[in-house]
Every structure is written in C-alpha cells, then in structure tokens.
C-alpha cells in the first residue's frame, strides 16, 4: 500500500509544533512559579527568629494548614514546611509554646505586634500618616530612641517591637488582675496606636496566638502580594516600665467596666509610680 508522504510530513510538523508549544508553557509556568515562590535564601526566616529571646519549639502556620497552628521544634522543620506551602501564608509565633507551668504564666510579655491593617484607612496615604504617628508614639511612650521592625503585610503594617519585660503576674501591683502578661499586649497595641490597631487583632492577641509574617512569604490575602522589611528592628529592647502607669490605670477601668456590668461597686487602689527606682 503506497504511503502518502505529504500527510506523513505534516503530521511530523504539527507534531514538532505541539511539542514545541508545550515546551514553551512549561517554561512560562516554571517562570510564573519562580516568580511567586521565592528562592529559601529570600525567606528571611533568620532574621524573624533573631527578635526572639526563646528557642524552639514554638508555632508556624501556612496557607497549606488553613492558618492552623503547628508545632515544629527546629528552624530547619519551619523552612521545610514554608517551603511545602510554596511560601504562601508563612507565620511563625513571637511566643514559645511552653509558656505556663501547673496553670500559672511564665512568660514575660517581651514582644509587642501591632497590626495597621490597610482595610481600616480610606487611602494609603492615611495609612502611611498612621504608621509615622505610631512610631513617634513608640518613642515618647517609651521615653527612648526606639527602631522597631516594620514589614510590609501585603495588607497593612506590621510592627515588631521586642522588648525588656519581666512576668507580671510575679508583681503586686497586677497579680490581683488576671493574666495581666496576656493584656500587657493587647494593652500596648492599643495605646501605642492609638487605637488605630485592628481591634479583632488586638482581642485574639495571646501568647498562643501572636502569629507573625516571614518576610519574603507571599499573602494570600491580597493577590499574593510579598511581605517586605520596610525598617529593620536596632536590637536594642526598651524596657516596659514607662508604660506601667498608664497600664495599671487601663486595667482599672476594665476592671470598673466589668463591675459595674455586673452592678456591683468597685473602689480602684491608686497605682504606685516609682517603677523607674524598682528593678
């Protein structure tokens, strides 16, 4: 039977086409994963880490565990599972999983997260005016020359501000309020951003949920837009004292709101400020 050479011929064409075609899309797909995965040295875990006083083990989250926290026990465990995500939703916790004992804290409230969400802000520009108004904050409240982290969410600003704290449920003045650790945060949030913090944020902060991003991870949130280091932290940790006062008069107002709540009276006890002279 004779062969029709023509038709073979433009078989063999069409074939070398398709092949090249599909060899063109793959690498416009591995172009397009590059360029949304970056490369582990730009996952700028190393660097989170270095704010924290506490080793491991504490917890991470990702887009791939629905911002389930999970417990990991070593730098290199975090990096495998930020990989396997492809570095979308990468969080790590400012705070060690072991933070009480027989029910009681034990954990100092050194680290401050603040959350200035873009969805809260009519313009980036407001957003931006809020951000510096903050960081003037953070030094005349802490009475000292303070350079916190600030990161680039994909959504809003994040500011990371370690800080030198001691247990306050070992104090006198807060041992009387419960878990004043926990609301040490919360609190600072609140007064140092003048209330312009996401206040969801602010409720669910605790030391088993302060969950922070990886500069260099992707959030899902927003296009998959890239967190970045917008000013890096000086190492230097102010110390929580000069912020006491005014936190000891915020948990007397809460503490007077509740009551009250509940109909009954509640006399405040005058805070003592001679914090500067103690420690």
């Keep these: 039977m004779a062969v029709n050479t023509e038709s073979v011929e433009g078989w063999r064409n069409a074939f070398s086409d398709f092949t090249s075609d599909m060899a063109r899309a793959t690498n416009i797909t591995s172009v397009i994963a590059e360029s949304k995965s970056p490369p582990p040295s730009r996952l700028d875990l190393d660097f989170i880490l270095n704010h924290f006083k506490e080793g491991f083990p504490r917890t991470i989250s990702t887009k791939t565990s629905e911002n389930r926290q999970i417990l990991v026990y070593s730098k290199e465990e975090a990096l495998a599972r930020f990989k396997a995500a492809n570095y979308l939703d990468c969080k790590i916790n400012a705070y060690p999983s072991f933070v009480e004992w027989k029910g009681i804290n034990r954990q100092a409230p050194n680290f401050i997260f603040i959350d200035l969400d873009e969805g809260r802000f009519k313009s980036r520009r407001n957003l931006d005016r809020i951000l510096d108004k903050t960081c003037k904050n953070i030094n005349e409240k802490f009475k000292d020359n303070v350079t916190p982290t600030i990161l680039w969410s994909g959504h809003g600003y994040h500011i990371y501000l370690p800080v030198d704290a001691f247990v306050l449920e070992g104090e006198e003045e807060f041992n009387r309020f419960g878990n004043p650790s926990r609301k040490f945060i919360q609190f600072a949030e609140e007064f140092l951003s003048d209330e312009k913090a996401d206040p969801e944020h602010t409720k669910g902060l605790s030391f088993k949920n302060c969950m922070i991003r990886i500069p260099g991870s992707f959030n899902s949130k ?3 837009e890239e967190v970045k280091i917008i000013q890096k932290w000086n190492n230097y940790r102010p110390s929580i004292k000069p912020l006491l006062f005014r936190f000891d008069i915020y948990l007397l107002v809460s503490k ?24």
């Design 222 to 224: 927003n296009g998959t």
């Design 256 to 279: 007077s709101k509740e009551l009250n709540k509940k109909h009954k009276s509640y006399e405040p006890r005058v805070f003592s400020s001679n914090w500067n002279k103690k420690r």
